[in-house]
């Protein structure tokens, strides 16, 4: 069992910065390829980043590329999702999420779910 807590989200002005940091406790979180979703009123969940087990593969979504960095820390169990130049269209709940294959989270499959953080970016 892995449980998954976000932080770091709130308001910030269009062009401005935020880092997320999403939490995790339980057995070997090392061994989880992790990603960071949003999801819109409205819209579909997308992932917007995922981060293999290693941290040596990456992934984003065009839309965020240049602008937004994922890292992980294993050793504090933590993953974190740093977004610069913000638009107001990615305001959303950001959801962490823990899956053992990279491959699955690829394609919006995962084990383990935060209940997410919200991002408010204002115009």
């Known amino acids: 069992q892995v449980q998954l807590v976000e932080s770091g989200g709130g308001l910030v002005q269009a062009g401005g910065s935020l880092r997320l940091s999403c939490a995790a406790s339980?057995?070997?979180?090392?061994?989880?390829?992790m990603g960071w979703f949003r999801q819109a009123p409205g819209k579909e969940r997308e992932l917007v980043a995922a981060?293999?087990?290693?941290?040596?593969?990456?992934y984003y979504v065009d839309s965020v590329k240049g602008r937004f960095t994922i890292s992980r820390d294993n050793a504090k169990n933590t993953v974190y999702l740093q977004m610069n130049s913000l638009r107001p269209e990615e305001t959303a709940v950001y959801y962490c999420?823990?899956?053992?294959?990279?491959?699955?989270?690829?394609?919006?499959?995962?084990?383990?779910w935060g209940q997410g953080t919200q991002v408010t970016v204002s115009s």
């Open positions: 999420a823990a899956e053992r294959s990279y491959s699955k989270l690829r394609v919006g499959i995962s084990e383990y």
């Open positions: 981060i293999s087990w290693s941290g040596i593969t990456k």
């Open positions: 339980g057995r070997s979180f090392s061994n989880y390829a």
